[in-house]
């Protein structure tokens, strides 16, 4: 389960590549190495692509 203390933890702090980090039920959030943060899903019927802020941007 993506909780908000794993989004904001260190396994999701970005890298030198875009890397995703999945839960079990087809939920991922994607990292890219700018810090800007994506959630998605996995599946064919919902196509999501929602930006959530990052640590750097929020006040």
Do not use: Q
Request: proline letters at 7%; aromatic letters at 6%; charged letters at 30%.
């Amino acid at each position: 389960m993506l909780t908000d203390t794993k989004i904001n933890g260190k396994e999701c702090e970005p890298k030198t590549k875009a890397f995703k980090v999945a839960d079990s039920n087809g939920l991922y959030l994607e990292i890219l190495p700018t810090g800007k943060k994506y959630l998605d899903t996995d599946t064919d019927t919902a196509k999501t692509h929602k930006a959530i802020p990052s640590k750097s941007t929020t006040p």
